[in-house]
């Protein structure tokens, strides 16, 4: 099993349209759950961090469920420049703070 | 503030050559990291690097692969007798300091080609 699973993608949308990103992680002594994102032959971009209670950054809403192991990301009203790949990140601090990327899910948002 | 620079941003290299790919972290940061992405795939973890010292090194294959980070100067990613499969691109990243929600910073990485 990987230690961080995202849904396979891609997801292609009509720009306006509402769309939820889902991850899974392994490891139950994470602490520390981001977004990033990245397009494409470009470095990853911290997109969030992701929080117990929920967090919100305009159109972008993270979850967090950590009974669950489980990470969303929701984004509303995209837009075209929101095209890219969006990857899950865990990171543990065992001896520093290493970050796990899941393989990320494609987004295109279309006319 | 500059951001993470890395160089090359393109490296071509004959099979057995050396690759020597280098990370300047962002100023004032003392952590390094090191992932690679082959193409088609996730980023993986290969190895971090406080000045001096390796912490993590799990994700390092066994042979061919080093990494230092001297007290002064950029943090080295070396590649011995290169081949194919090492085609990839190779992102450092940088934080100030461990701990949980600790942003990491990445540089725009090097596309190592081996031919």
């Known amino acids: 099993r990987k230690e961080v699973e995202q849904d396979p993608g891609p997801f292609n949308v009509p720009e306006g349209a509402t769309v939820a990103f889902n991850c899974t992680y392994s490891?139950?002594?994470?602490?520390?759950f981001f977004w990033y994102r990245q397009d494409c032959r470009k470095e990853p971009k911290l997109l969030m961090s992701?929080?117990?209670s929920g967090n919100e950054d305009g159109r972008f809403t993270a979850q967090l469920n950590r009974a669950s192991q489980y990470i969303s990301l929701l984004i509303r009203d995209s837009k075209l420049s929101d095209s890219a790949t969006y990857l899950c990140?865990?990171?543990?601090?065992?001896?520093?703070?290493?970050?796990?990327f899941g393989t990320g899910t494609q987004l295109k948002v279309e006319l | 503030n500059a951001g993470v620079m890395q160089n090359p941003r393109h490296l071509v290299r004959r099979r057995g050559q050396e690759a020597r790919l280098r990370c300047s972290p962002m100023?004032?940061?003392?952590?390094v990291y090191w992932y690679r992405q082959l193409p088609e795939e996730g980023l993986k973890f290969m190895v971090y690097?406080?000045?001096?010292?390796?912490?993590?090194e799990s994700g390092m294959p066994k042979e061919r692969f080093s990494a230092e980070f001297p007290k002064e100067g950029p943090s080295i990613l070396r590649i011995q007798q290169v081949v194919r499969g090492d085609s990839a691109a190779y992102f450092c990243?940088?934080?100030?300091?461990?701990?949980?929600?600790?942003?990491?910073?990445f540089g725009q990485g090097t596309r190592l080609t081996v031919v």
């Open positions: 990243a940088s934080s100030p300091r461990q701990g949980a929600n600790t942003e990491a910073f």
């Open positions: 490891n139950s002594a994470s602490q520390s």
């Open positions: 992701v929080y117990s």
């Open positions: 990140v865990v990171g543990s601090t065992g001896g520093g703070n290493k970050l796990t």
């Open positions: 100023k004032g940061h003392s952590h």
């Open positions: 690097l406080q000045k001096e010292n390796i912490i993590d």
